[in-house]
Nanobody, 124 residues
Framework: QVQLVESGGGLVQAQGSLKLSCAAS????????MGWFRQTLGKEREFVAA????????TYADSVKDRLTISRDNAKNTLYLQMNSLKPEDTAVYYC?????????????????WGQGTQVTVSS
């Protein structure tokens, strides 16, 4: 059973920065692709970014490309999302997840484990 705990969310002004963390437990962390998704009330959980097991390959939603950076530190069992130049439309609950091996990391249905989420609010 994999456990994920997000942290680092909060209130920030537009153009500001935040760094989210996702602490993972379980020996599968270092061998699994992981991703960040976000969700706001009334909308489906949407893809933000994903990273391969060794950090060699990353992919981003077009809406966050060049502003958000996903990374991981396998020695610390932690996934990160550095968020810069934040916009009000980035406001959402951000979730980290562990992807099922051999599946597309851009689709939420391919993730077997999720954290509880951390709220990010960007004001104008």
């Amino acid at each position: 059973q994999v456990q994920l705990v997000e942290s680092g969310g909060g209130l920030v002004q537009a153009q500001g920065s935040l760094k989210l963390s996702c602490a993972a437990s379980g020996r599968t962390f270092s061998t699994s692709a992981m991703g960040w998704f976000r969700q706001t009330l009334g909308k489906e959980r949407e893809f933000v970014a994903a990273i391969s097991w060794n950090g060699a390959v990353t992919t981003y939603a077009d809406s966050v490309k060049d502003r958000l950076t996903i990374s991981r530190d396998n020695a610390k069992n932690t996934l990160y999302l550095q968020m810069n130049s934040l916009k009000p439309e980035d406001t959402a609950v951000y979730y980290c997840g562990v992807a099922r091996p051999g599946t597309s990391t851009r689709q939420r249905d391919n993730y077997d484990y999720w954290g509880q989420g951390t709220q990010v609010t960007v004001s104008s």
